[in-house]
């Protein structure tokens, strides 16, 4: 049986869901509360809400914190990831290695994971990402490093303020440099 529970944030109520090996879901903030827990508990059949274990308190804290702009490792944070393929297990943990305030884009992380030629089954497979924020797929850009889309409640501008958190400024004008991603952070 997965647990959830939902928990306010400066951006809203957040969702998250989890089971006996850890996190399964973490729920952006939708236009309202309802919103979110619906949009929640429509992923899985059977979910009980629940007071969060300590484990999924810390996670929680640990969130709250990246939200308020200070940096986070999220990496401790283990994951139910039950329903994924192995090729979105693949890409998840590739994505778990982008750190804070650095940014690639789906064809990098392709090439990360030994496939290439599979930038766009990467950005589908992160469109799926049952755990946004623990992986961060908002880390994630488009060829010529454009923003790109981003299955969260606000889409791209979302995925701006995410990356504005960890100081990362995005000029679309400005082409894709390969070896100066780390670089191209808010000064």
């Not at 429509?42 to 308190?57: D, G, T, Y």
């Not at 990246?66 to 693949?90: C, M, N």
Request: aromatic share 8%; with cysteine.
């Amino acid at each position: 049986m997965r647990r959830y529970c939902l928990f306010d944030t400066e951006l809203g109520a957040f969702g998250i869901a989890w089971g006996e090996a850890g996190l399964a879901r973490l729920q952006l903030p939708e236009r309202d509360r309802a919103r979110t827990e619906r949009r929640l508990r429509a992923r899985f059949a059977k979910l009980e809400s629940f007071a969060p274990p300590p484990p999924v308190e810390a996670a929680i804290r640990e969130i709250k914190r990246y939200l308020a702009g200070e940096k986070v490792d999220f990496s401790p944070i283990g994951l139910d990831l039950t329903g994924a393929d192995p090729f979105q297990v693949q890409v998840y943990e590739a994505a778990r290695r982008i750190g804070w305030g650095q940014i690639t884009t789906y064809g990098e992380l392709a090439s990360r994971i030994g496939a290439p030629r599979e930038a766009r089954e990467v950005g589908q497979a992160l469109g799926r990402n049952p755990v946004a924020v623990i992986v961060p797929c908002h880390r994630v850009l488009a060829k010529g490093m454009k923003i790109g889309g981003f299955s969260a409640y606000g889409g791209a501008l979302t995925k701006r303020h995410l990356l504005a958190l960890e100081g990362v400024r995005l000029d679309d004008d400005i082409p894709f440099l390969p070896g100066l991603l780390p670089d191209r952070r808010m000064r």
